[in-house]
């Protein structure tokens, strides 16, 4: 694989390595959409998301209408991606002015990630984030033949998957069904394939490091190797997420935590690496309009329940918190703990 070798800039601190043995996650929760396609039992389908929103910020989806050959033509796009030589993914690299592409030296919480990726935005606009400092411009491989076409079309499931699962999470916390629609206008949602490469000390490094997801809602498929792991909010532990065939996982992002004034938490997870097998996953991040100001829905607010989180721009928040994962800093990156207001003070 050209290029990651093990060096210092991938070492856990100890307290953050994976443990020798994983525990595996019992309890996710395993939703059912199937009856969405046939148009009933929303009313308990909204109740399963939000309680699987509430407890663990972390859920599983089978039934959900994505066709299995549409997911299959973006993995083989993908590992046809990863195959290519060093020279074939150098020409789509990503720069800190276009973030989108190849590259393979994220940091998470400073930390070198054992993994590369490729980001891209299949069929949306060009959206400029923060007064032109980011541009959304695709670079699109050559040599892998149909990548752009498939990804395209897992885009478009991805998309219509989102907004139904947008509307079963507004459902659940008494909202109008489209009330979080208008957010996602003009969204800043994007495609990342990832590959964890097998990685010689599995036990010093990690695919991600501990992290949430910024966004609304990720919608992540993984192959059946295996590696994520959720921290579960009822002992802390970190568990693995067993894979599950023709399934997505779902993750509740920052933004749901803030929209729902704490109801819903986003999960802290991570990517475990072993030095066997490569794994491939590819998330799909549904994120709301760069201009978007982010703070708790005024339904959910009240005197008994103030707000929680003063106001921020997403698109500011995004940048920066981009800009900062491109590279090793000295400072903690940006989390929505630092508009968290000081309640009673
Ligand atoms: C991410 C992430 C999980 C995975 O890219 O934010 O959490 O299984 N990925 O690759
Ligand atoms: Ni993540």
Same mark, same amino acid.
């Given at each position: ?25 019992s ?44 997911v ?13 030589p060093?020279?074939?993914k ?72 989102a ?43 990690? *695919? ?17 190797? *295996?590696?994520?792991?959720v ?9 693995r ?28 997870h ?54 900062s ?21």
């Open positions: 694989m050209g290029g990651l070798s093990m060096n210092e800039a991938f070492v856990q601190a100890p307290e953050h390595r994976p443990k020798p043995t994983v525990v595996e996650a309890g996710i929760p395993v939703i059912d959409l199937s009856p969405l396609l046939a148009g009933d039992g929303v009313d308990a389908l909204a109740a399963e998301v939000g309680a699987a929103s509430r407890d663990w910020g972390f859920f599983v989806v089978v039934g959900h209408g994505v066709p299995a050959e549409t299959a033509r973006a993995a083989e796009a993908q590992r046809a991606f990863f195959a290519l060093a020279e074939g150098e020409a789509v690299r990503r720069s800190e002015a276009e973030p989108l592409g190849y590259y393979a030296s994220e940091h998470t919480k400073n930390v070198r990630d054992w993994k590369e990726v490729f980001d891209l935005v299949p069929r949306k606009p060009h959206v400029a984030l923060a007064d032109g400092q980011l541009v959304f411009d695709n670079k699109w491989p050559q040599d892998v033949p149909g990548f752009r076409e498939s990804l395209e079309e897992y885009d478009a499931a991805m998309e219509d998957l907004f139904k699962l947008l509307e079963l999470i507004a459902r659940s916390l008494n909202l109008r069904p489209d009330r979080l629609h208008g957010f996602f206008k003009d969204q800043t949602t994007f495609i990342r394939l990832n590959h964890y490469p097998p990685c010689p000390s599995p036990d010093l490094a990690l *695919g991600v490091g501990r992290h949430k997801d910024a966004g609304a809602l990720t919608i992540l498929y993984q192959d059946d190797t *295996g590696g994520l792991d921290r579960r909010r009822s002992d802390g532990e970190w568990v997420v067993k894979p599950v065939p023709n399934s997505f996982i779902i993750n509740v992002g920052d933004l749901i935590q803030v929209w729902s004034n704490d109801r819903y938490e986003s999960a802290e991570r990517v475990s690496v072993n030095s066997a097998k490569e794994r491939f996953s590819m998330p799909y991040f549904f994120n709301p309009a760069s201009y978007t100001m982010v703070e708790p829905l005024e339904e959910l607010v009240s005197e008994e329940n103030p707000a929680r989180y003063d106001a921020y721009n997403w698109g500011e928040f995004f940048s920066t918190r981009k800009n994962n491109f590279k090793k800093l000295d400072v903690e990156n940006v989390q929505i703990a630092h508009f968290r207001k000081s309640l009673g003070a």
